[in-house]
Nanobody, 124 residues
Framework: QVQLVESGGGLVQAGGSLRLSCAAS????????MGWFRQAPGKEREFVAA????????NYADSVQGRFTISRDNVKNAVYLQLNSLEPGDTAVYYC?????????????????WGQGTQVTVSS
């Protein structure tokens, strides 16, 4: 049974930082590209960042480019998202997701597995 478990969310002031973690089990982690998405109240789930299987290639949404950093550890079966210079607009539930094969890592529909999410709240 595949499980993705996010952690590290919380309440932070604008300008602060958080580090999200996603622990994966039940799959051969190194065979999967990983993505982070977020969903704010009343909005659709949106792409944040993605990383290829080897960790060599990364994609970011324009809104987080230069502030967020995605990384992975294929020994620990984990993917991370470092959130810096947080803004109130970053408030959302953050989800990690795994995909075996996908042509478009920015698309939610392409992912095979999802975690339950972790709440990030940024106060002004």
């Amino acid at each position: 049974q595949v499980q993705l478990v996010e952690s590290g969310g919380g309440l932070v002031q604008a300008g602060g930082s958080l580090r999200l973690s996603c622990a994966a089990s039940g799959l051969i982690f190194s065979n999967y590209a990983m993505g982070w998405f977020r969903q704010a109240p009343g909005k659709e789930r949106e792409f944040v960042a993605a990383i290829r299987r080897s960790g060599g290639l990364k994609n970011y949404a324009d809104s987080v480019q230069g502030r967020f950093t995605i990384s992975r550890d294929n020994v620990k079966n984990a993917v991370y998202l470092q959130l810096n210079s947080l803004e109130p607009g970053d408030t959302a539930v953050y989800y990690c997701a795994a995909v075996r094969i996908s042509a478009d890592l920015t698309a939610t529909r392409g992912y095979d597995y999802w975690g339950q999410g972790t709440q990030v709240t940024v106060s002004s």
